[in-house]
């Protein structure tokens, strides 16, 4: 999900350098912490309630390095593991169809989704998971666009007020939640069976930083108990409806990096921290009939601005930590294995599914961009309750609130496909970051990622476990 400008009111001032010694203790206590269908299935198709569920296992990759991707091809080229798409729903829903669109029949009732913007999905999907990465989908719903189809899909108290447009999903209508079920049967079916033949994926992230509600998933300003019921209702609609499809996918609720501290310090009613919203979660899990889901988080460094997670100082290693970056992961994967938080007597599967890292444009900037990417793939690698680290983004956007997070320089005002040289063809427009991301799990990462170590105060990578 792109960041925009609302982006710099998580900046706060550069915290001082906590130190060598500071930062072994935390890779020691991550450490520590880690110890403890049928071939012929049709497109067109049915959901009937007695549809077998596909039993095939939830698949492992060969690495945890992810990327939200935009460059098929590059993304390819460089082995990237676990890939992460947006995908907003209104363009999927289709409410006037044309004779190829997609139909579906779910629980008796027929759906339509476009064609156009179905293949489009197709072709991300199908050449990143054979070449042996898994996918994940980010669902969301906004409330531009067409307005029936956005009051069948964001919910009524949507504020237009909203800085991005997302909105929480439609959960006070029957109308609103059988289309949503239906799309989220669609979509698992499409790419959840056998031979998966448009591309397989495994997971599917609800919404946006919903805890940062007011920005991300907007429903106006609500009591925080409200929020996390009617996030919850809607979760478990998909959850269900995927289960119903198949087995080998995952259903994730985002997070972003605030945890005790809300975003919102004087308004409780547009976000609150992600430790909360996971307690309160837990609960209605426990009080309603547990179910299945995991969580997709987003550590971001303290601030935004600068990279070097190893300062912060809002990240600590209790349980209140105001915030979880990198620095201090174990704080949410050892919540997480807290007996009410367990699922099944099992702890919920974490991926990483959105951070960067901010470079200044220079080159003492992509340094530190890409030494904190090296720092942050080795605490991550070393962390086996994560299973992916997925960064955003592959290319830098103009229009990201003044962030360059990405492993390419924008170039030709392009942001989905730079050439591979600038202008005039002086040098290549990728980064630094660029060949650690290619290299971190590969033979020869020590000696792509050793110009980073006096840069972190290391001498040596934390080992992975």
């Known amino acids: 999900m792109k960041k925009s400008s609302h982006q710099t009111s998580r900046s706060i001032p550069p915290s001082q350098r906590l130190g060598h010694a500071s930062l072994i203790v935390c890779c020691l206590h991550l450490a520590l912490s880690a110890n403890q269908t049928s071939a012929n299935h049709p497109s067109y198709g049915t959901a009937p309630d007695t549809l077998a569920p596909d039993a095939t296992a939830y698949p492992l990759a060969r690495s945890k390095k992810g990327l939200q991707v935009e460059w098929i091809d590059d993304a390819i080229d460089l082995g990237v593991q676990h890939a992460a798409f947006n995908c907003v729903l209104n363009g999927l829903v289709t409410l006037n169809p044309k004779p190829n669109d997609y139909v579906w029949t779910h629980h008796g009732q027929t759906h339509h989704f476009r064609k156009s913007a179905v293949d489009a999905l197709d072709r991300k999907i199908t050449p990143l998971s054979r070449s042996g990465a898994l996918v994940y989908l980010i669902l969301l719903a906004n409330h531009r666009g067409d307005d029936e189809i956005a009051r069948r899909l964001v919910h009524p108290e949507f504020n237009p007020e909203a800085p991005n447009g997302m909105g929480a999903f439609q959960s006070t209508s029957a109308e609103g939640r059988t289309l949503f079920a239906a799309t989220l049967s669609f979509l698992a079916d499409r790419y959840g069976r056998q031979p998966f033949s448009n ?122 930590s105001p915030k979880v970056t990198p620095k201090n992961l174990s704080v949410l994967t050892d919540f997480l294995k807290e007996p009410e938080m367990l699922h099944k007597g099992s702890a919920r ?117």
């Open 199 to 320: 591309g397989r994926v495994v997971g599917f992230i609800i919404g946006n930083e919903v805890n940062s509600h007011w920005f991300w998933y907007n429903r106006g300003e609500v009591e925080p108990q409200e929020l996390v019921d009617d996030y919850a209702s809607m979760l478990r609609i998909a959850s269900e409806s995927v289960a119903a499809q198949t087995k080998s996918a995952r259903v994730y609720v985002s997070l972003d990096h605030y945890w005790e501290r809300r975003h919102t310090p004087t308004n409780p009613k547009k976000s609150l921290g992600s430790l909360e919203f996971l307690e309160r979660l837990a609960a209605y899990s426990r009080a309603h009939g547990d179910f299945a889901w995991h969580v997709a988080f987003h550590p971001y460094p303290e601030s935004l601005f600068h990279p070097a997670f190893w300062n912060d100082k809002q990240a600590t290693l209790d349980r209140e």
């Open 349 to 465: 599967r974490v991926i990483l599914s959105e951070q960067g890292f901010h470079a200044k444009k220079d080159a003492q900037g992509e340094r530190l961009q890409a030494a904190a990417y090296c720092l942050a793939y080795r605490l991550i690698e070393a962390d086996p309750g994560i299973d992916a680290f997925i960064l955003h983004r592959h290319i830098d956007h103009p229009r990201e609130g003044g962030l360059n997070l990405g492993l390419w320089r924008e170039a030709s005002g392009s942001t989905t496909q730079p050439s591979r040289r600038a202008p005039r063809g002086q040098r290549l427009n990728e980064k630094l970051i660029y060949r650690c991301f290619r290299d971190a799990d590969r033979e020869h990462w020590r000696d792509t990622f050793r110009f980073a170590l006096p840069i972190v105060g290391l001498d040596a990578w934390p080992k992975a476990l």
